[in-house]
């Protein structure tokens, strides 16, 4: 079964770094577009960042600058890299996968993750 894990989550002071790791894992030989998405308490879950199997990244407006995501095809792996963090910076975070083409055959499609805790401590 594809499953993503997230890890990296935390507690951090204003102004401090974090580094999220997401995993995919169940037979996969590749993997499309992933990306990380975050829902802050009483909110919508909102884009943070996304990166194509091609390395095109975009970004929402309100991380440029200070955050970045990287993947690691061979290890089926994408990360966001969190600096200058900000309490409002503060959600669950969750990582997201367009398609996975399965060993043996087959797709599937908008796995997400159980999310990630991150706070920022003002």
């Known amino acids: 079964q594809v499953q993503l894990v997230e890890s990296g989550g935390g507690l951090v002071q204003a102004g401090g770094s974090l580094r999220l790791s997401c995993a995919a894992s169940g037979g996969i030989v590749s993997i499309s577009t992933m990306a990380w998405y975050r829902q802050a308490p009483g909110k919508q879950r909102e884009l943070v960042a996304r990166?194509?199997?091609?390395?095109?990244?975009k970004y929402a407006d309100f991380v440029k600058g200070r955050f970045t995501i990287s993947r690691d095809n061979a290890k089926n792996t994408v990360y966001l890299q969190m600096n200058s963090l900000k309490p409002e910076d503060t959600a669950v975070y969750y990582c997201?996968?367009?398609?996975?083409?399965?060993?043996?055959?087959?797709?599937?499609?908008?796995?997400w993750g159980q999310g990630t805790q991150v706070t920022v401590s003002s």
């Open positions: 990166i194509t199997n091609f390395d095109n990244t």
């Open positions: 997201n996968a367009d398609s996975l083409f399965r060993i043996g055959g087959g797709y599937e499609y908008d796995v």
